[in-house]
């Protein structure tokens, strides 16, 4: 798994402005902060999507994360290291429990609502901007540069960019071609960027995303992210948990599997089944950690 550093604030039974509801979730946010430090210690049936190498949309500078904190954790601090090194875990806010902000697009929207996948080499660009470099465990040449379309949680069709494993590059853009006829939401889906990867945990992540440089967590081995053989889909709405750790910080209250909601994976599902008919493994099926956002292509 791979935990990014934003929120979405929208409340289910509010009908407000989206600025209303992020200024509402930054007094949640900092009144769970103190009170944290004041306590004591059936969906339609897939057709097999098109796969083109066309020259995919040009990349641009746009595409990077923004560096400043969104207008919601204005005045907010990141949460508090816990002795692991990840955030402290507090209660999800109520803002936070139905998970739905609408998608920026950082590429242009699928033309018709119609789903596109291309497969090309990474752009220098993107590599560029990428958590890549010479020591990581794949060359660059065995990488590819997706862009897929995606249904947001706003109803809207997205366009997203992931690179991935040359190996498995069309088999991924099957499963993505499956999940948007299922019109699976998915909040954004863009590169990692390498500050990405040292930013204090603000616990909010929910980038659907593939190659991340790093090792595994908790090991000095490399992670299946580092090779490109494993995706994770909608972080937030599907946490890693091993004992009273959550990834992301803020997701305790998808922890509950029963409350269905828009974004979660559940055994036996479209989704499950689409990475299953590729051979990709679910991190749900594991017994610990659980890790309900991941598919790998190794199992691991």
Known sequence: MVSLKRVDLCSPNASVTLDAVRATATVLAATALLLFSCSSPAPPTPSTPAVTSAPAETPSAATTPPTSAPAWQ???????????????????????????????????????NRFSGTVNPVPAEVLARSTWQAACPVAAGELRYLTLSFWGFDGRAHTGEMLVNA????????????LFAAKFPIEEMRVTAP??????????????????????????????????????????????????????????????????????????????????????????????????????????
């Open 74 to 112: 204005v005045g907010a601090k990141p949460l508090p290291l816990s002795r692991d090194g990840f955030g402290q875990i507090l209660p999800t806010p109520p803002v936070l429990a139905n998970r739905s902000l609408p998608t920026t697009d950082l590429l242009p929207p699928p033309a018709g």
């Open 167 to 178: 190996s498995a590059a069309n088999a991924v853009v099957t499963v993505f071609g499956q």
């Open 195 to 300: 500050a990405e990867l040292t930013a204090p945990p603000t616990g909010d992540g929910n980038n659907t995303t593939a190659f991340v440089c790093r090792p595994a967590r908790g090991q000095a081995n490399w992670s299946a992210h580092a090779y490109g053989l494993a995706i994770d889909v909608d972080p937030f709405c599907n946490p890693y948990t091993k004992g009273d750790l959550v990834l992301p910080e803020l997701a305790s209250a998808y922890l509950d599997r029963g409350n269905r909601r828009p974004g979660m994976i559940t055994a036996g599902d479209r989704t499950v089944a689409a990475f299953s008919a590729i051979g990709w493994t679910w991190g749900g099926t594991w017994t610990t950690p659980k890790d309900l956002m991941h598919f790998s292509a190794n199992g691991r």
